[in-house]
Structure formats: structure tokens, C-alpha cells
């Protein structure tokens, strides 16, 4: 395959080489642009693996335009990618090198590797300046704590955005990485969302993890918007208030006032519940009475969707991508630098979007078929 592919990218060279001079071979012609000079050898790694010798046509003035291969590189871009595609799948730069030479007999470098993956910064810059189209009708905020590199390993947290349209769209919108979760911070992150153009103006519903710094910048940026507090959030910190012998049973009956039909019959259960336990475990029916109105908000707000109350009463949609970063960090340990941490986390959460984009795609499709056969029949 690699020598019939030398030879089909020699002529293809060639015939781009007689369009650029304006004759063929030997051949005299008032329309001339330039002359022959001969070639020059050049190895080419590509998808079949490399091609050594190819030889380049040369011209006497000025170079060849060629699209086989970029000027000065050394790899096709199919390549490129499938070098990204292995490092943001998992593999170390030092494996990537190590499995490209058991496929194609070629070992790059890690800093080669290192130097391919950073093409991916211009992506990461594009995804933080998109304008973004106000449609969003939930919210959803959380952060993830990392490990970066630098004078010394410190922890740093990815400020996370994810929004649902009316038409059931889902889509991580941007996010930050910040030095930790304080009002600021998430203030800044937000503000800058609002300035992209999420001023806010259909949303209904904003879920948050119930961290003081978050709520004040929500209330700061987004004042007219109800929030919701997590409830896997706020059953944690309640479960770390409990005794051990009690902590399942507890649990259970907390877990059962979010499962109610409506807003009446939570309130309800949850008197019930804090009766049953004031006397035994009084810190931990006091954390959750302190919030009670926020963790029931999504019961006010949709009381007729009750088929959207099981995704906008957690942060869950963001903890499962949460779960896909940790699982790429865990070879790494720690990201280089706050730039390493960018692209890996913008090429994961791109991954995401485009899944949910066809997946969307595909459902409105088949409404549409479904429609058009109704209307038919």
C-alpha cells in the first residue's frame, strides 16, 4: 500500500507541478510560468504508514503549491489527528509514541506528541469566544477539582456551565479554570457567559450545588432566575452528620420526600421525617430543613412536567462528564499547566456536545417521519 501510495502521490505532484507551470514536459508554450528543476526526496508518514523517498517536484523559481502535504511537514493531517485522537483517549504522549511504532514503525517523541496535541489551543480559544444564542431554559453549575503543575502541584477547580433549550438541546456551554469556588470567581465565569450573549431571558430554572460563593454570583448575575439546590449534594452532607447505625434508614425516608407527587405532599413528608429523626440525629434534619424550599423549588416552578424533575433536581448531568475527566486524568496524575488542562477538558466536553447534537438530531427526525406518516394515514 505504501509504495502504490508513493506512486500515486509522485503523479499527483507531478500533474499539480505541470498545472502550476503552464506546460508539460519538454514542451514549448507562451503561457509558461516558471521551469523544471528536478526533485528532492522527502519522507512522509501517512495513514498506511511512512513513504520513504517520496520524491518532490522542484521548480527553478519560487516552490511547488502541493496539497499532499502542508509546507515543511513531515506527516499527513490524518495523522495529526489520530495522534490527538489516542492522547485524548487516554494514552500518555510518551504511549502514543510507543503505539504509533508498533502500527507504523515510526516512534515520535514525547515532546512531539506534546507539540502536535497543542495545535488544539486555537480550539480551546474558540470554544471561550463563541457568542452564544440566549435559548437556554435550565441551568445547571458545578465545579470539579483538579491537579496542575507548576512551581508546585496545586489544586485548581473547572468551572462548569450546562444548559438545556426548550427543544431539549443539552449542551455544556463553556467553562473556567479558576484557583477555587468562590464568588469571584464564579461571578466572573458567569458574567462573562452573560456578555457572550446568555443574558438569561428564557431561563427558568438554575440547579446549583448549593456552595455559598456559586449562590451569591448566581444571585449577583442571574437575580431573577429561581435556584435549585442538588439533592445528591445536600443528602451528602447530611449523611456526614449521621451515626453509622442510622445513616441507611434516614437516608431512605429523606430520599422519599423528593419522590412525592407534588410540592404539598414533600412538605408534608418531610415534617414527617424531621419528627422522626429531631430527637436522634438533630444536626442532620436541621442541614436539611435549612434548605428545604430550595431543594423543592424544580415542584413550584414545573408542576405539570414532572418528567423533568428527576433532571434538574441534581447536578448529575454534569458529575457523569465529571466522571469521563477523571477517568482521563487518572494516567496523568496531574496536567501540565493551566493549557494542558484546557485542551483535554474543551476536547472532552466537545466530545460530549457533539454526541448530544446528533442524538438530538436524530430524535427530531424521527418526529418528523412520525409526523408526515399521522398526516398521512
Not at 444548559?163 to 465565569?189: C, H, K, L, M, T
Not at 434516614?250 to 421525617?273: H, T
Not at 460530549?352 to 418528523?368: F, I, S, T, V, Y
Amino acid at each position: 500500500m505504501c509504495d502504490a501510495l508513493k506512486r500515486f502521490l509522485q503523479g499527483l505532484m507531478e500533474v499539480e507541478r505541470t498545472t502550476q507551470v503552464g506546460a508539460k514536459p519538454h514542451k514549448r508554450s507562451r503561457g509558461r510560468n516558471g521551469q523544471r528543476n528536478g526533485y528532492y526526496k522527502r519522507n512522509l508518514l501517512t495513514g498506511f504508514g511512512m513513504v520513504r523517498e517520496l520524491l518532490v517536484p522542484r521548480l527553478r523559481k519560487g516552490g511547488l503549491a502541493t496539497k499532499v502535504f502542508a509546507r515543511y511537514r513531515r506527516r499527513c493531517k490524518s495523522v495529526d489527528n489520530y495522534i490527538r485522537a489516542l492522547f485524548l483517549g487516554g494514552a500518555s504522549t510518551r504511549e502514543v509514541g510507543e503505539l504509533l511504532e508498533r502500527l507504523w514503525g515510526v516512534r515520535l517523541s514525547a515532546s512531539a506528541v506534546s507539540e502536535i496535541v497543542r495545535v488544539l489551543d486555537e480550539e480551546v480559544k474558540k470554544f471561550h469566544r463563541r457568542l452564544l444564542e440566549d435559548r437556554y431554559r435550565f441551568l445547571v453549575l458545578d465545579g470539579v477539582w483538579v491537579k496542575v503543575s507548576g512551581y508546585k502541584v496545586v489544586k485548581k477547580v473547572v468551572l462548569v456551565a450546562y444548559g438545556v433549550g426548550a427543544d431539549n438541546r443539552r449542551e455544556i456551554i463553556d467553562f473556567r479554570v479558576a484557583r477555587s469556588e468562590s464568588e469571584p470567581e464564579w461571578e466572573a465565569f458567569l458574567e462573562d457567559l452573560y456578555r457572550r450573549g446568555l443574558k438569561g431571558e428564557r431561563l427558568e430554572l438554575v440547579t446549583v450545588d448549593g456552595g455559598g460563593g456559586l449562590n451569591a454570583a448566581q444571585a449577583v448575575v442571574y437575580p431573577h432566575v429561581a435556584r435549585q439546590r442538588c439533592w445528591v449534594h445536600k443528602l451528602r452532607n447530611v449523611a456526614a452528620k449521621l451515626r453509622a447505625g442510622q445513616r441507611e434508614e434516614c437516608l431512605a425516608g429523606a430520599r422519599r420526600i423528593y419522590q412525592a407527587k407534588n410540592y404539598r405532599a414533600a412538605i408534608s413528608r418531610c415534617r414527617q421525617w424531621a419528627k422522626r429523626w429531631r430527637e436522634l440525629e438533630p444536626k442532620a434534619v436541621a442541614c436539611l430543613e435549612e434548605d428545604i424550599e430550595e431543594l423543592l423549588v424544580h415542584m413550584l416552578v414545573l408542576p405539570k412536567e414532572r418528567r423533568l424533575w428527576k433532571k434538574v433536581r441534581t447536578t448529575n448531568v454534569i458529575e457523569r462528564q465529571f466522571r469521563e475527566l477523571r477517568k482521563r486524568t487518572r494516567p496523568m496524575c496531574t496536567f501540565a499547566n493551566d493549557e494542558s488542562c484546557g485542551r483535554i477538558v474543551c476536547a472532552l466536553f466537545q466530545k460530549a456536545n457533539r454526541k448530544w447534537e446528533r442524538r438530538w438530531a436524530g430524535q427530531r427526525r424521527l418526529r418528523a417521519k412520525t409526523e408526515v406518516g399521522t398526516e398521512a394515514a
